[in-house]
């Protein structure tokens, strides 16, 4: 905690960009703007050192993209914080293409942003954001953060980027379980002793999450672990469809199109777009009919079950303290009930609402439904109070600009963008040309 005086003043810094978080979003944005000259950014971030999705982070999980996606390539391949350049200063460049599996592993990853990170002396761990003010004599935002050391700064920014990721959902349903009785598959490795406990694990969803920690739990059943039930609303165990051209709905050519038509349209292409973000990958698929098969082919296995179409309305526990779902089989509408040891919600991810912003929010424009208006910059829509000023956001734009927003691959032209914007000269080139297919009507895309 800190000595200092409630009287003292507190420390005020200038800064043109402030960012908030530091994931790869805004850890991209760091590395793109250290060649940028005579900008001054800061990337704020919370914890005290970078962890990407630690809860999953199986020995053997990829990227579902691939090292192009880095933080820079995509608009700066020459960067000195590129992927390669990560493998060449490890020495690990021949290892990587004799391997020729151009996926990194997820540890690979991480271990990517973190040496990325430590050459970024804009990147500033152990500092949350508390709240961020307007602030009228400066005609500039006010960010309040807490050190990890106790100390209290003040910085004020031109402009904000913020970055500051989802947080795990767990739908109402699930929600009363006791929390030991319950994980969400962000926690998963951090609770394996209760799994080691457990006779009968149950995993909700069929998003990657779900399907990955279903492979940990078929490899532990075949080593005399747990009976394993798989239970999702989801009509299918349905792959993410990663085929050539459907992928080029995932480029910045389609977010542009995107971010052009009506809101309700854009809303109902975001349902229909499910396939692109919500299932399981290929390579997932086939490990986990091989475990299935393999295991039939074993004695004395505890029980296995795989339900599709299958929604969880309510829980509540037995006696015992025991998990008790019930579930409504969606074809048939017909309701049962599903008895277990522990519960792994593999629910996916909410935007996370930073109610440090609570003080701004009056100078943010919203939709109909309570949603930021977000311009195809990136950049919030605000009230003329804040006129020249911007509030950028990074993976909360699923709304205005599509469901590639939380993609690795779009970060890079999402930064540059940004960079674009908030010095007002072309820092980066931007590409013109990303996908073959035409979305608009003849006419329609002059
Ligand atoms: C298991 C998993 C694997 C994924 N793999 C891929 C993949 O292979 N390819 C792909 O394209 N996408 C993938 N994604 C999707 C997406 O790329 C990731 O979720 C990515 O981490 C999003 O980055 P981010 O910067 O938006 O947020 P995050 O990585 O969540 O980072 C946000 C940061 O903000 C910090 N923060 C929050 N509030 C504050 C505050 N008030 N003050 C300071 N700091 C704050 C948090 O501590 C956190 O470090 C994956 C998602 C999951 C869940
Ligand atoms: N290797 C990787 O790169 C990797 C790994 C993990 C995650 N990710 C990414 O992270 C994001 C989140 O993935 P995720 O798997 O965590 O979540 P997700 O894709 O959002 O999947 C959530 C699942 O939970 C189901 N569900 C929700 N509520 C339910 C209920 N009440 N009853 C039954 N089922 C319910 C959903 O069904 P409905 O279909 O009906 O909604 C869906 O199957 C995705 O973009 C994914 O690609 C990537």
Not at 157 to 177: I, K, R, S
């Amino acid at each position: 905690m800190s000595t200092r005086p409630e009287t003292e003043p507190v420390p005020t810094t200038e800064h043109d960009v402030v960012a908030v978080g530091c994931g790869p979003c805004n850890l991209g944005l760091a590395a793109l703007a250290s060649t940028v000259d005579d900008l001054d950014l800061v990337v704020l971030e919370a914890r005290p050192e970078l962890h990407w999705h630690r809860g999953m982070m199986f020995d053997d999980a990829s990227l579902q993209v691939n090292f192009l996606a880095d933080l820079v390539t995509l608009v700066a391949p020459t960067h000195p914080l590129s992927f390669l350049a990560y493998l060449h200063d490890q020495d690990r460049l021949y290892p990587f293409t004799i391997r020729q599996d151009f996926h990194p592993t997820r540890r690979e990853y991480e271990d990517y942003l973190r040496w990325a990170a430590a050459r970024l002396p804009s990147v500033r761990f152990s500092h949350r954001v508390e709240g961020v003010r307007w602030c009228a004599e400066s005609q500039r935002f006010s960010v309040h953060v807490v050190r990890g050391d106790g100390a209290r700064l003040r910085m004020l920014a031109d402009n904000l980027v913020l970055g500051v990721g989802t947080e795990p959902f767990v739908p109402t349903a699930l929600a009363d379980l006791p929390g030991g009785r319950l994980t969400h598959t962000a926690d998963y490795l951090n609770r394996l002793s209760d799994v080691d406990e457990a006779r009968h694990v149950t995993v909700i969803g069929s998003g990657q999450s779900g399907a990955e920690v279903v492979v940990d739990l078929l490899r532990r059943n075949l080593s005399g672990g747990p009976a394993v039930s798989w239970l999702t609303r989801t009509p299918s165990f349905a792959p993410l469809d990663y085929t050539k051209l459907v992928l080029e709905m995932t480029t910045p050519a389609y977010m542009r199109y995107f971010h052009a038509l009506p809101q309700e349209r854009r809303d109902q292409l975001t349902a229909e777009q499910w396939q692109f973000y919500k299932g399981i990958s290929t390579a997932t698929l086939d490990e986990i009919h091989e475990l299935l098969y393999r295991r039939e082919l074993e004695h004395g296995l505890a029980d296995v079950e795989l339900r599709c179409g299958v929604a969880v309305e309510a829980s509540a526990t037995d006696a015992h303290g025991r998990p008790v779902l019930t579930c409504r089989h969606r074809d048939t509408g017909r309701l049962f009930e599903h008895r277990t040891d522990l519960v792994v919600a593999a629910t996916g991810y909410a935007p996370r609402r930073p109610t440090f912003l609570a003080p701004v929010e009056h100078l943010v424009r919203r939709d109909d439904r309570g949603r930021p208006l977000v311009r195809l910059d990136h950049s919030l829509d605000l009230a003329d109070e804040a006129a020249g000023r911007r509030i950028f956001v990074a993976n909360a734009e699923l709304h205005s600009h599509g469901v590639a927003t939380p993609n690795l691959d779009v970060g890079a032209v999402r930064n540059a963008t940004i960079l674009n914007a908030v010095t007002g000269r072309e820092a980066y080139r931007l590409p013109k040309r990303t996908a073959f297919t035409t979305f608009a009507a003849p006419g329609g895309d002059r």
